[in-house]
């Protein structure tokens, strides 16, 4: 039996990384039969967001980084040697197979000079295409280049990697429960848009763009999912009653059920400045939803083919993106045929096809 240790900052708040380290270690326990470890930095005693298999041990370290502060400050560093000598002493006493890296914390930089046995994995959720060729990142593929494999989510982001121990291993999409896709008939004129309320994903575009639309097409209501407790959303919110478009755009908070909520829009509308291997896209795909989505560096276009599933549109040009959402909206036949598309495009991704090659490209 396969031991599989996974490393985390925190299971607590809505995100794709957590529902995908839930996903996989649920798998990973419940159908392979692997003994599956999941070792938080950073749960500060609250329940985990996602429903986690009885079959899979969490346990919190109780590290609990000083987020204000660099990483590599006095208060951090000493945290940090309390981190690696918990880790070690786990992953020696499950001795683990596979150790797997799934969020970016401080560990990332020390696990492949750790004195253990285990094969070390980290996995990359963000696009390297926007970083810059500096001195600090050749110290991070030299580190990089230590790990045993690092997986990465397109063949387009392989290309940023200059070691030779790159996989590539898409996102899955776990099958829907108990939500069949709506027929497009039956819905009504409802946009969507799911995710962090960050900056990284432009919503004052987005916002920029809806005014246009709802000039245009008032009938139209877009509906933000998203945590709102932050600075960023009350800028956003704040842009929206400015243009007074409070009738229009709806703040619905974060959602443990997005797969309903996908069920009663016809098309999901994404702006980011960047974006890696999007899962929700994946999700939206999955309830029969096509997307509307910025042409950034790099995962839309690597997921939506131009006018077949969905839409790429110039990157950051609003009058492309409203051009695009008014061909959309005008044909009731071009909707059917996306949602179509869509649905088949999400098989690709299904979990046992993406779980089979864990299996056989890390853990064999």
Known sequence: MKKITILVDQLHSHGGIEKLVVIKANYWADVFGYQVTILATEQSDKPIIYQLSDKVKFIDLKINYHRNISYFSFKNLKKLFLNIKLVTSIVKKNKSDVVIVASHIPITYILPFLPIKAKTVKEFHFSKSIMSNTF????????????????????????????????????????????????????????????????????????????????????????????????????????????????????????????????????????????????????????????????????????????????????????????????FDDSIDLQKRMSEQAIETSQVYRVDKIMNMWNEKVFK
């Open 136 to 327: 600090s990142k050749k110290i991070l593929e030299f580190i990089e280049s230590k790990y045993n494999a690092l997986i990465v989510l397109s063949d387009e982001e392989r290309n940023f990697y200059s070691s030779k121990n790159v996989l590539v291993i898409p996102n899955p999409l776990l099958e829907t429960k108990n939500v069949e896709p709506a027929n497009i008939h039956e819905k009504e004129d409802v946009a969507i848009f799911a995710g962090r309320l960050a900056p990284v994903k432009n919503l004052e575009l987005l916002i920029e763009i809806w005014q246009r639309i709802n000039r245009e097409k008032p009938n139209w209501k877009l509906r933000i999912y998203g945590d709102t407790s932050g600075e960023y959303y009350e800028k956003i919110k704040k842009l929206v009653d400015d243009k007074i478009l409070g009738d229009s755009v709806f703040f619905m908070g974060e959602t443990s059920n997005l797969n309903c909520e996908f069920n009663k829009a016809k098309v999901f509308l994404m702006t980011s400045l960047n974006e890696c291997f999007p899962m929700v896209i994946l999700e939206s795909f999955g309830m029969g939803v096509p997307v509307i989505a910025n042409d950034c560096p790099t995962g839309p276009r690597n997921i939506i083919t131009n006018e077949v599933n969905g839409f790429l549109v110039k990157y950051n040009d609003i009058d492309d993106f409203v051009k695009t959402f008014n061909k």
